[in-house]
T-cell receptor, first 112, second 111 residues
Framework: DVKVTQSSRYLVKRTGEKVFLECVQD?????MFWYRQDPGLGLRLIYF???????EKGDIPEGYSVSREKKERFSLILESASTNQTSMYLC???????????FGPGTRLTVT | DQQVKQNSPSLSVQEGRISILNCDYT??????FLWYKKYPAEGPTFLIS?????DKNEDGRFTVFLNKSAKHLSLHIVPSQPGDSAVYFC??????????FGAGTTVTVRA
């Protein structure tokens, strides 16, 4: 079974803090993704990586950056957290096109 | 601008009956479609997919239908079970790496 793990299930941070969300997959997948899920908006793609050290902006990259130094690990960074970044953050991985993406359990981030 | 739309935010169905979830898309370049199911406090899990070269795909109680001319797909769940109560997301991709998701439909199966 594919396993995608995320470093925290719940996180509370203050406005202006730098926040790191970590994601690890154990199936040697090429592609990795970060989404946020908000009510009424579904899942929106923040960034994705199709290979190590490669990254591409998704639909809502503003205020975020990513890092992928190793194949199994994809980090999402909030440079200066703001209250509008309070959300559920979901990481996913995929072996190759067109296959399905496998999701982690999510991190519920609250920025106060 | 959402390219994948699920216009029904919720659906209530009696146990044993059919659940029909609908999804519309606007991007004619989409060629692969998926349905995901999500329970609260968990990540989405893959349910079923369909390629644009097909118009139907079946997996147990789940069937997905694709109508390319109408840019419409649907998910049928027969028979519906209490464990099917969840949020269902429709997703679509073109020949790139990205998935576009709909806003989701919350299904409640009544005993």
């Amino acid at each position: 079974d594919v396993k995608v793990t995320q470093s925290s299930r719940y996180l509370v941070k203050r406005t202006g803090e730098k926040v790191f969300l970590e994601c690890v997959q154990d199936m040697d997948h090429e592609n990795m993704f970060w989404y946020r899920q908000d009510p009424g908006l579904g899942l929106r793609l923040i960034y994705f990586s199709y290979d190590v050290k490669m990254k591409e902006k998704g639909d809502i990259p503003e205020g975020y950056s990513v890092s992928r130094e190793k194949k199994e690990r994809f980090s999402l960074i909030l440079e200066s957290a703001s209250t509008n970044q309070t959300s559920m953050y979901l990481c996913a991985s995929r072996q190759a096109l067109p296959g399905e993406q496998y999701f982690g359990p999510g991190t519920r981030l609250t920025v106060t | 601008d959402q390219q994948v739309k699920q216009n029904s935010p919720s659906l209530s169905v009696q146990e044993g009956r059919i659940s029909i979830l609908n999804c519309d898309y606007t991007n004619s370049m989409f060629d692969y479609f998926l349905w995901y199911k999500k329970y609260p406090a968990e990540g989405p899990t893959f349910l079923i997919s369909i390629s644009s070269i097909k118009d139907k795909n079946e997996d147990g109680r789940f069937t997905v239908f694709l109508n390319k001319s109408a840019k419409h797909l649907s998910l049928h769940i027969v028979p519906s079970q209490p464990g099917d109560s969840a949020v269902y997301f429709c997703a679509a991709s073109a020949t790139d790496y990205k998935l576009s998701f709909g806003a989701g439909t919350t299904v409640t199966v009544r005993a």
